[in-house]
């Protein structure tokens, strides 16, 4: 399995709105992927709040 395979079966076992924050930090390149998994669910969601406040 790839690097790439690996991070999207992580991503696919989060809910859906953490899966979509996710996706926003790593699009935006605010997080890389590593730092992203090694969060749980409420740590992805303050990020998530933080790089949006950052970018408004």
């Known amino acids: 399995m790839n690097d790439n395979t690996y991070i999207l079966n992580l991503i696919s076992s989060r809910r859906m709105g953490v899966q979509q924050m996710v996706?926003?930090?790593l699009h935006t390149e605010y997080m890389t992927a590593n730092e992203v998994?090694?969060?749980?669910?409420e740590e992805i969601e303050?990020?998530?709040?933080?790089?949006?406040?950052?970018?408004?």
């Open 37 to 41: 998994m090694e969060l749980d669910d």
């Open 46 to 56: 303050a990020c998530y709040n933080q790089m949006r406040a950052e970018r408004d």
């Open 23 to 25: 996706s926003s930090l």
